[in-house]
């Protein structure tokens, strides 16, 4: 499989480093508006075949991507950017007759009126519109295959397939126990989304009512985490799984919870009052003449680059799915998950524990297409697919997924 990797940076970089060890890829072009991003990615791999390749590229030029796409006869596109440059990469890919894979999808728009009620434009909206082209044109665009969403949309695959009859609640839960030596505020993953997923209205699923929204940070729980990483108190944030599960699994309620803690909302709140959250440009004085600048950008440069922060952070962190339901009759209740330790990430790989986890589920599906097992056509997401193959190929990468009975 020919491959176009766009963004090469902190899950970029562990996506090559974990394709790398694989056999299914034939050739992988490293693109990113930095050139040098792209060429200290391949420069770090064990690649005595020279299946990796670095190139320049602008995301957001759709001609360029295609033109790529079409010279090095990529079949897919994996799209390793923030959500901003999803579309011209999801178009350029079409334009192109490849496949393409993301991590996250098109961007959403609060309800103008009623944004804590009601949704606008919901994530995925631009790129579900946009189903029966690629249906037509025999070619999948595979969305939201990280490990949130992706993995966690996996398990849920799985639960319906093999552990429940009836699912009341799919609920991903995400916690961590991390820190970074040195930092008072360092996010361990793009802060430019972490303010987009956090700040944005919360979507709520429930099959008698449809998608829906709330205010920020609503619906607090505790809940624990295992393999050491203990109770967090997690809260309704923003977030693809909701958006894609209802379609192709059957539950009456779906939603997602992010363990923050009660700094981190303090500090995105503060950012908010003070408009540094937005993504619109402001006018500010530079050295010659003014500049127009977005608040986030500037949020997003103060801050140290997460994948420089492996070596600072100690700590694990846990991707899963809690589901309630029936099965044979009986009232069932399990927590479906992922555990990385970053102390395994940073020696085995040189990636801290999120990004890696991050970056490990899209070559995994890459691996799945290449070999056939997963295929279809239009746009899809991981509940689509077959859970089995992936969770066992998850297992040969030599990081295994766990299952706790809750009850």
């Not at 995925?124 to 082209?133: I, L, M, V, Y």
């Not at 192709?248 to 309620?253: F, H, I, L, T």
């Not at 999120?354 to 890459?366: D, F, G, K």
């Amino acid at each position: 499989m020919r491959v176009l990797l766009v963004g090469a940076g902190g899950v970029g970089t562990a996506v090559t480093r974990i394709a790398a060890r694989r056999g299914f890829l034939t050739h992988m072009i490293v693109a990113d508006y930095d050139l040098a991003r792209a060429e200290a990615a391949v420069a770090a791999l064990d690649d005595p075949d020279a299946r990796f390749s670095p190139y320049r590229l602008d995301a957001s030029d759709v001609e360029a991507v295609r033109s790529l796409l079409v010279t090095e006869r990529c079949e897919l596109l994996l799209n390793a950017t923030d959500p901003r440059f999803v579309m011209p990469l999801f178009d350029a890919a079409l334009a192109a007759g490849a496949h393409y894979l993301d991590m996250a999808m098109s961007l959403s728009v609060p309800h103008p009126r009623a944004p804590y009620e009601q949704c606008g434009v919901k994530l995925g909206d631009e790129q579900f519109a946009r189903a029966g082209e690629w249906a037509d044109a025999g070619r999948l665009a595979l969305v939201g295959m990280g490990v949130e969403p992706g993995l966690s949309d996996v398990f849920a695959r799985y639960a319906a397939d093999e552990l429940f009859d009836e699912i009341e609640e799919l609920g991903v839960r995400d916690g961590a126990n991390l820190t970074v030596e040195g930092y008072d505020f360092a996010p361990s993953f793009s802060i430019w989304t972490t303010i987009e997923e956090c700040l944005n209205p919360p979507v709520v699923y429930e099959k008698d009512r449809g998608w829906f929204t709330t205010p920020p940070f609503s619906e607090p729980e505790v809940f624990d985490f295992p393999e050491g990483i203990g109770p967090v108190e997690c809260v309704n944030v923003e977030h693809e799984e909701v958006l894609l599960m209802p379609r192709w699994v059957d539950a009456r309620r779906v939603t997602f919870k992010y363990g923050l803690g009660d700094d981190f909302i303090a500090k995105l709140k503060t950012l908010h009052a003070l408009g540094l959250d937005s993504t619109a440009k402001v006018t500010v004085p530079g050295a010659d003449g003014p500049v127009e600048v977005s608040p986030r950008d500037v949020v997003a440069a103060c801050l140290p680059d997460p994948a420089t922060l492996g070596e600072r952070m100690t700590g694990k962190t846990c991707a899963g799915t809690w589901v309630k339901g029936t099965k044979d009759g009986a009232a069932r209740e399990v927590y479906l998950y992922h555990v990385v330790d970053n102390e395994w990430s940073m020696r085995e790989y040189g990636s801290q524990a999120v990004v890696w986890q991050t970056a490990v589920n899209p070559v995994i599906a890459l691996e799945l297409i290449a070999s056939g097992a997963w295929r279809g056509s239009g746009v899809l997401g991981p509940e689509a697919f077959p859970a089995r193959p992936f969770l066992d190929l998850l297992i040969e990468y030599g990081t295994p997924w766990g299952l706790r009975e809750e009850r």
